[in-house]
């Protein structure tokens, strides 16, 4: 069977209650400036391993406006904290301003530039006990970059932790073989799929791939 992913979320749209009024603003407003969000069945699974986990820390690699990470913050505990890691100064201004806005509690840590070298930072800090791991780290950031943030967020996940990688099918993408895909894009579609690999043959990690969004790979770190 072949799924048509619009098709599907615009069921999920149907079925499911409406969004907090914050999120279906910064959602109407994504929508008119064309700036990505995730997809309606993403954010149903996203906000439901949240709720399930209960995770005091999460990380997050692409903040774009702050759509997802406020989606987060209303499934997770009150006391908990998101840092998250944005690199364009648009998305960064507007995702302030929705921050500002929305994360009463100033719970939210908004952390500038590239992801990478942030990671790296953190990193230094997570090794001589400057920063806790995360419980829960959601990637949706640059896809070509997925591997180094995968070897960082490894590492910063505790056990019993979540690791949430968006976008991983790229429109279905991945499942072509690589003579399928346009030049521009083997390297990218090399990159991912070996990344999905060692994800689901990591011994440490149980790991699931699923088509919700525009496809997730969720791994639990044993
Ligand atoms: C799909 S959007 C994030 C959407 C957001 N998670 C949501 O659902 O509301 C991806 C974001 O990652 C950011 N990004 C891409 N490469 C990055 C990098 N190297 N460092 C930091 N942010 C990056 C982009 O600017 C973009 O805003």
Redesign the pocket.
Known sequence: MCMDAERFDTFVLAMRKDLPAHLREIEEEAIRDHV???RPAGRDLLSFLVRMKQPERIL?????????ALLMQVAQPETGIIVT????PE?IRAAEEHFQKYDQKQRIRLVTG???GNLDALLAAFRDGREAGFDLIFI???KG?YPVYLAAAKELLVPGGLMVFDNVLQEETLLSSRYQVARRERTIHARMREMVKELMEDETFQTFLTEAGDGMCVSYKI
């Not at 997050?60 to 997802?68: C, D, L, N, R, V």
């Not at 890691?85 to 364009?88: C, F, L, S, Y």
């Open positions: 990505p969000i995730l997050e690699i692409g903040t774009g406006t702050g759509f997802s890691m944005e690199k364009d998305r590239d992801a990478a949706d950031a640059a970059q």
